[in-house]
């Protein structure tokens, strides 16, 4: 997916309230294991299990390996509550996870003790033949590991805001209204137009502008929150909002 509407950054109120995060839920609940903050590690591990795949595939391991390499290090995360080790006030939740990437990766080379794929009792998010489908169509000729997992990173962001708004949308029964329009948050053109729209949902093509116009600025509200929720504080979300419209820019 690609998207046009970069102006996300900076859009925020930083000193609006800032709810709870999956990322602050795990630093505070720190070797307790509470089920609130295995939840939470649940959902960042499922965000962020391409990404680490993808770069273990460009730093050449096969797509088994990759595969063995991801699901073994979550299993790793959620088993030695690593997490406590991590200072939230040093660095965000995705440099955290690439390091610790790293370290895995270099201690595990071997792996005799590995279990096979899927066999670990954690919660993660395994869905290798997509993954490797997914990484073999990704721009890589002059991308290196940590540009990857970046971008990897942004478009996982975008795919779970959109994913939400799919939601929402299902739920008060407008899925079609949802497919039909879309494209348009993506910055797809030459696809359907709007006057070509608004006839197949039977509207106008102005009220289908105004439509757009308002699903865009919700999209970008979502972005935001998904966005939030790998931080601790309203700053270190804008600063995220900002690299990840650096890193869509390219």
């Not at 794929?117 to 993660?124: A, F, K, L, N, T």
Request: overall charge negative; some cysteine; glycine content about 6%.
């Amino acid at each position: 997916m690609t998207s046009t509407s970069h102006d996300w950054a900076g859009t925020g109120a930083a000193n609006e309230s800032f709810a709870p995060t999956h990322w602050s839920i795990v630093m505070t609940a720190g070797q307790s294991q509470s089920t609130q903050s295995l939840e939470a590690m649940e959902k960042l591990c499922c965000a962020y299990w391409y990404p680490l795949y993808a770069f273990a595939r460009r730093r050449g391991s096969t797509p088994a390996d990759a595969q063995d390499l991801t699901q073994g290090f979550f299993e790793h995360l959620l088993a030695t509550a690593l997490v406590a080790k991590a200072d939230a006030t040093k660095g965000k939740f995705r440099s955290f996870l690439l390091a610790s990437f790293k370290n895995f990766i270099a201690t595990e080379r071997a792996r005799d003790h590995a279990q096979k794929r899927g066999g670990g009792e954690s919660p993660v998010c395994l869905d290798a033949q997509n993954a490797e489908t997914r990484f073999i169509q990704e721009p890589i000729l002059k991308a290196t590991p940590e540009s990857i997992y970046e971008r990897s990173w942004a478009m996982s962001v975008l795919d779970q805001a959109l994913s939400l708004m799919e939601a929402e949308f299902a739920a008060n029964g407008r899925r079609e209204l949802f497919e039909r329009l879309h494209p348009f948050l993506q910055g797809d053109k030459g696809q359907v137009t709007y006057a070509e729209a608004g006839a197949a949902l039977g509207t106008t093509e102005g009220t289908i502008k105004v439509t757009v116009s308002r699903m865009r600025h919700h999209y970008r509200e979502l972005v935001r929150s998904v966005v939030a929720q790998t931080v601790t504080t309203p700053l270190e979300a804008e600063e995220e909002m900002r690299e990840l419209v650096a890193v869509l820019r390219g």
